[in-house]
């Protein structure tokens, strides 16, 4: 057991993965390290956050200097590095190129070789638009190669991990199916590969289908591996599906080209008069003034300073996590995009998937959109209500924030958007912010709605008298809802809490 989850929130965790140089605290992100190129030292990523990093293996073996360098004095010696080293196989140019010039028992064998506290084999990453068969093809052979990986590392008699890339294209079964036998090889690191051309082209909706499917299959205390996902706007959602790892060139490709990254998406340097961020960077420059700077000295700036952003969202999703307030941090980070909206509502078609992981009890209930309608916490509070045993004959059932005669109204019961009935302040309804009711979505009221009827429906036998605001009057006349015969409703005025 190398990897031990320490706190949980929706399908994220906080983690620690034991590896040879030290225990790497979850989620993580893995700088990407060039080793043909002197950018930014290992040293100067631990002061910024990095507790691991990755490196290519394939491109050290195919460099005969870089490669008696790393025989001799390992691949943490070839990139001077104190912190865990993964080092991938080869995989992603075999991806761009079509082939590369070695075979997977090679790069396997030289990764342990060199002395990587992550071996990975080398999978064949399938593009999104190939057919099933070409995606079944190179899955079998994926396979194949992974179990090669596990009988050539079982004879290294030390605590190096290796991997198991899931693969399969964009074809749920096969995702599903990878992820099954990966699990059997009883790997200690599960990477899912595959993943850059669906975020370069901003498929998000197919990459949340892709992790889930996955997570499907691994068991709860896999640690999980989105390669490629470098850029911070899509870590707190990755992490809230179960990634725990994520490894980032993006940092020194997009510096490279003057652009600057932020949780909300990336600028490009000419286009900024003032920097979003005080990050050392950020705060000694003004982008006048790293505009004026030599190419080589600016490139290296802007790769530092998409590194402080990149750990920074890191550590706010780490601190989401303790408060139990991830969702909140998703629903607020996927405004930044159109397409992450419409794909972190995907999450509805994975709700009992995801209830496996999600807490059942937290703190507070803040509503942020109608996203906040998908989360477990809802339908959980659905389940609970309906479950309720009622000896009385009557109740009242009255919407929040009325007054009757200037003093609050009493009820045995409340009618809020999106929870419907609630009892008391238990939670989640009862911890719950919401907008005031005039300013709530409609699909929030329907929600509610849906929830009082089903209650009402199961206690047929008592009667309820029905206190509701006009905002909850108009909406059930608006929308021709029928109500059972065992329930009134009486309209009350609405008294505006105070700010």
């Known amino acids: 057991m190398n ?25 993580a992100l893995m700088p990407v390290i060039n080793p043909n190129l002197k950018f930014i030292s290992v040293k100067e990523m631990k002061k910024m956050g990095a507790q691991i990093v990755i490196t290519n293996s394939y491109i050290i073996y195919r460099n005969e200097n870089l490669k008696q360098i790393a025989i001799e004095k390992g691949v943490h010696g070839l ?79 030390d605590n190096r991990l290796i991997a198991a890339p899931v693969q399969g294209a964009v074809y749920p079964e096969l995702r599903r199916l990878s992820a099954k036998r990966a699990a059997e090889l009883r790997a200690d690191f599960y990477p899912i590969g595959g993943v850059v051309p669906l975020l370069d082209t901003y498929r998000f909706s197919d990459v949340i289908r892709v ?82 700077l030599p190419k080589d000295e600016r490139q290296l700036l802007l790769g530092k300073h998409n590194l402080y952003v990149s750990f920074e969202e890191i550590n706010v999703i780490k601190q989401a996590i303790k408060e139990k307030s991830l969702f909140e941090l998703v629903e607020s980070r996927i405004r930044s995009h159109p397409y992450l909206v419409s794909a972190w509502r995907v999450i509805k078609e994975y709700k009992d998937l995801i209830e496996l992981y999600d807490p059942s009890a937290k703190q507070g209930f803040f509503y942020t959109g109608i996203e906040s309608i998908y989360r477990l916490a809802v339908q959980r509070h659905h389940r609970r209500i309906l479950n309720l045993s009622l000896d009385e004959k009557r109740y009242v059932i009255s919407a929040k924030h009325v007054l009757e005669d200037g003093q609050t109204a009493q009820a045995d019961f409340y009618l809020l958007p999106v929870f419907g009935v609630v009892v008391g302040e238990f939670y989640p309804g009862g911890h719950a912010e919401l907008p005031e009711d005039e300013y709530i979505e409609e699909e ?56």
């Open 444 to 499: 929030a009221l329907e929600e509610g709605f849906n929830c009082l009827l089903d209650f009402l429906k199961k206690n047929r036998d008592k009667g309820f008298e029905l206190r509701l605001t006009k905002r909850w009057v108009d909406f059930i006349r608006s929308r021709r809802l029928k109500l059972p015969e065992n329930a009134e409703i009486v309209e009350i005025e609405e008294v505006k809490r105070d700010n």
């Open 3 to 27: 990897f031990e989850i320490t706190a949980k929130d929706v399908m994220g965790r906080i983690g620690r993965l034991k590896t040879p140089h030290g225990i790497v605290e979850t989620p």
């Open 211 to 292: 992790i889930l499917e996955v997570k499907s299959e691994l068991p709860p205390s896999a640690p999980v591996h989105l390669f490629g996902a470098g850029h911070p706007m899509v870590f707190a959602m990755a992490v809230a599906l179960g990634c725990d790892f994520f490894d980032s060139a993006a940092y020194a490709l997009y510096a490279k080209d003057d652009r600057y990254l932020t949780v909300q998406g990336t600028k490009k340097l000419e286009e900024l008069q003032y920097f979003p961020c005080s990050c050392p960077v950020c705060n000694d420059f003004t982008p006048r003034e790293l505009k004026k």
């Open 79 to 157: 990139i001077e590095s104190d912190l865990p080293v993964m080092t991938d196989s080869g995989s992603y140019q075999l991806m761009v190129y079509g082939d590369v010039e070695i075979d997977n028992r090679t790069i396997v064998e030289f990764q342990n070789q060199i002395c990587s506290d992550i071996v990975v084999p080398l999978d064949i990453p399938t593009p999104p638009n190939a057919s099933i068969s070409e995606a079944e093809k190179d899955l079998k052979e994926t396979l194949k190669r992974e179990k090669e990986a596990m009988e050539l590392h079982e004879r290294i008699d």
